[in-house]
């Protein structure tokens, strides 16, 4: 991937915040803040996943969300729940990711963090590019602590945890893995390849 937006210390993640990267394939790509206007985006993308991504993903086999877990998906309020998602460049209404933070108790200072990419675009580094926006944008509202769940066997993102953050505990229980980390590695600057 090739970095052309500004790095994330330096910028901020506010309501316009907007990054536009290149994969090795030339795909280009933009970062932005969920919107609620993207509910479409996310059902959609729901349908793109394989019913292995469902299950590592949610936990469970789901083709849809319902009305409610759209609105609150896409209706958040950048401070306690933040999330962004990855769309086509030059086909904006075509997402490939999204990624989100929600802090676990109004003011605290840990948040479960979860990312899906569509399985056509994943490992192709774009997971990684994400987990790191989290991060930051998390550590700017007062995240010291990050709880991720998925199924116990999603090795990918266990890896992803393990290579940005400092895992301080790893359950695994009835299928579910739960990692509690915090970010004290993840706070390296994005570079120009993944």
């Keep these: 991937m090739r970095y052309t937006g ?17 994969l090795r394939d030339g795909t280009r790509l933009q970062l932005r803040p969920i919107r609620p206007s993207d509910k ?17 993903r949610f936990l469970g086999a789901r083709s849809s969300l319902s009305v409610d877990e759209l609105r609150y998906l896409t209706e958040v309020d950048r401070e306690n ?8 460049e030059n086909a904006p209404t075509v997402g490939v990711a999204t990624a989100r933070f929600i802090r676990l108790a109004e003011g605290g200072d840990e948040a479960e ?17 994400l987990f790191r ?10 995240i010291r602590r990050f709880r991720v769940i998925a199924a116990h066997d999603n090795v990918a993102m266990r890896k992803l945890a393990a290579s940005l953050t400092d895992i301080h505990s790893q359950t695994s229980e009835l299928g579910v893995m739960t990692l509690i980390a915090s970010p004290a590695r993840a706070r390296a600057p994005l570079t120009s390849s993944v």
């Design 113 to 129: 963090i979860a990312i899906t990419v569509i399985d056509e675009y994943q490992r192709r580094g774009i997971g990684k590019r």
């Design 81 to 88: 729940h933040w999330a962004i998602c990855a769309v086509l």
């Design 40 to 56: 479409a985006l996310l059902q959609t993308g729901m349908r793109k996943l394989s019913k292995d991504s469902l299950r590592q």
């Design 6 to 22: 500004f790095m994330p210390q330096f910028l901020g993640y506010f309501r316009d915040w907007l990054e536009t990267f290149e």
């Design 133 to 142: 926006h989290l991060v930051a944008a998390a550590t700017e509202r007062g």
